[in-house]
């Protein structure tokens, strides 16, 4: 299959027979012409190559392409920004990030906030043309080294559990004391989080937590929830032991 959408001038077509078009943002421009190249050996439809977002967001008033190209160094924060900005312009538009480099964590992080494909800079040539297809079709595409990555490991009920009260802005001192644990414990059940979740901080993993889809898929939601309702009842249960 990747080797007859990768065939030099074969247009590629989507499911009502209309050449895909695709827009590439990138800021070096030996990139944007290596992108635009491999795109169009391979029978996509390049609608604009823009160096910036504002430039590419106004090339494409007219027509709206299929997907974006966003051509970055890794997939972090500034890119996953313009992929954002791109698409509360563009709507419904696929979004592929194309990078040097990326961790697994980076990337499960990148699929998580919407970005539909991933693909490495010394694999445009062999495979971009190939995942622009499969991203506009509904499906994900990774770099197939970094499957397992992609793919979180389970938190334990520990790790939601100091997750859930961090969220609420408890040190862990005092979560320490709401759960009986060492402050130690609760030092290493965050840290362990934090690696699972791919974040560093207690802000990135609170934007995590306080995005109710994303809780709910890691089974924090819950007991966010509960934890939230034994705090409101518990002035009540102290009142009933003082009578």
Do not use: W
Not at 211 to 217: L, V
């Amino acid at each position: 299959m990747m080797a007859a959408l990768a065939t030099p001038f074969a247009e590629v077509t989507d499911a009502t027979g209309q050449q895909l078009l695709v827009a590439v943002c990138a800021e070096e421009r030996s990139h944007r012409d290596q992108v635009c190249a491999a795109l169009a050996a391979g029978g996509h439809a390049v609608l604009a190559r823009n160096a910036t977002v504002e430039d590419l967001l106004a090339a494409c008033t007219d027509r709206a392409p299929r997907c974006v190209v966003v051509v970055a160094d890794r997939p972090d924060r500034s890119a996953l920004g313009v992929v954002r900005l791109i698409r509360s312009k563009l709507e419904r538009v696929a979004a592929v990030i194309v990078c040097r480099s990326a961790r697994g964590t980076e990337v499960r992080r990148a699929l998580e906030l919407g970005v539909d494909g991933v693909v490495l800079n010394d694999d445009v040539e062999d495979v971009l043309v190939a995942v622009v297809a499969v991203v506009c079709a509904g499906q994900v595409s990774v770099p197939g080294g970094q499957r397992g990555d992609v793919t979180m490991r389970a938190l334990t009920t520990r790790e939601k559990q100091t997750l859930a009260l961090s969220s609420r802005g408890l040190t862990n001192a005092q979560i320490a004391a709401k759960l009986f644990l060492a402050e130690s414990t609760v030092k290493s059940h965050l840290s362990s989080a934090f690696g699972k979740l791919g974040v560093s901080s207690r802000y990135e993993a609170a934007t995590v937590i306080l995005d109710p889809e994303r809780a709910n898929g890691l089974g924090i939601g819950e007991i966010r929830s509960e934890s939230e309702c034994a705090s409101n009842h518990r002035p009540h249960f102290k009142s009933i032991t003082n009578l």
